[in-house]
């Protein structure tokens, strides 16, 4: 059975933005995949809620993505209607891949310990961080040099077409808009 190399990028992508799809971009120009899988969450394990419903930022990644040759979008997460802990969203995607990517931004750094079977995660998959924020990226990973200064969290709060992909910006605007004027 032959292996493939799979890269996997999840998030809460609430909203998914420029900054996400120039780390996809940068990773499929980068590393030596057959396919990168971006997964978004039902919810961050992290987090108490999510502001856009996980069916509506699947639908988004999926448009975002459309044009992108060996990118998937995955509903496993949203699927299973929970918080999943990365390792098994990991475990899930490792079937027929000798070589598993795990792309993260430099902003998790910090908390990896906390995550859920960190030491298991960290044997299992080769990390990919996204520079972020300046914060330094110690030289056991793999860096990903992307510049967007992008934060969803403020995104949200002052919702900017310009920091959003053409295919999904005008619905992400309405959305957060409607949502923030109650």
Do not use: C
Not at 45 to 50: A, E, L, Y
Request: proline fraction near 4%; avoid cysteine.
């Amino acid at each position: 059975m032959v292996k493939m190399k799979k890269a996997i990028f999840g998030g809460s992508f609430d909203p998914p933005h420029i900054g996400h799809l120039d780390i996809i971009k940068q990773a499929l120009s980068s590393l030596d995949v057959d396919k990168l899988i971006v997964v978004p969450a039902f919810l961050n394990p992290f987090k108490s809620k999510s502001f856009a419903p996980a069916s509506l930022r699947l639908k988004w990644l999926k448009a975002m993505t459309q044009e992108l040759k060996g990118v998937e979008v995955s509903s496993f997460e949203i699927d299973q209607n929970r918080a999943v802990a990365s390792i098994e969203t990991i475990k899930h995607f490792m079937d027929a891949a000798d070589t598993i990517y795990f792309i993260i931004g430099a902003d998790n750094l910090l908390s990896l310990p906390k995550w859920k079977n960190f030491e298991e995660l960290d044997k299992i998959v080769t990390w990919i961080v996204a520079t972020r924020d300046g914060i330094q990226i110690p030289s056991k990973y793999i860096s990903l040099n992307v510049n967007q200064n992008i934060s969803a969290t403020e995104l949200r709060d002052q919702v900017n077409e310009a920091y959003l992909d053409r295919n999904i910006a005008n619905e992400i605007v309405t959305y957060y808009k409607d949502i923030k004027n109650g």
